[in-house]
């Protein structure tokens, strides 16, 4: 936490914010190509992956690996295979037509439904947290 960070919520829900954002494109994407020919429908995963960055921050959890030694500037960084990011996926599942695209247009406008209301919450909820430190140091300066 920086010395101009308020709240340690704020990485979360930038990086949430950045990820619905992504999201959108994707299903976007996803939409604009509905007549191309094999074109498989993408989307990304990222909720496992905020969660437990969430649980880092909150809970004070910290990894329970021994870091590796690096004594020359030329080691590179052990690679964590199982090293939990966001992921970009093809949504497959539903059946493809005949021209080989498996692009539902029903699931892609109520995933882009859902997507945009979760952004706006995030950015609602987000404006109340902020608005609580606004409220704090306003009543402050009545003191």
Do not use: W
Request: charge should be neutral.
């Amino acid at each position: 936490m920086g010395i101009f960070e308020i709240s340690k919520v704020y990485n979360i829900v930038n990086k949430s914010l950045d990820y619905r954002s992504l999201r959108q494109d994707l299903i976007a994407s996803n939409i604009a190509n509905i007549s191309t020919p094999f074109y498989r429908p993408q989307d990304v995963n990222f909720e496992s992956y905020l969660s437990k960055e969430a649980s880092k921050i909150f809970n004070n959890q910290s990894s329970s690996k021994l870091p590796l030694a690096t004594t020359n500037e030329g080691h590179m960084p052990p690679f964590d295979i199982n090293d939990n990011k966001a992921t970009i996926f093809y949504r497959d599942g539903h059946l493809a037509r005949n021209d080989g695209n498996s692009v539902d247009l029903d699931v892609e406008t109520s995933e882009i439904g859902k997507n945009s209301i979760m952004y706006n919450a995030i950015v609602n909820a987000s404006k109340k947290h902020k608005g609580i430190f606004a409220y704090a140091l306003e009543s402050s300066k009545n003191i």
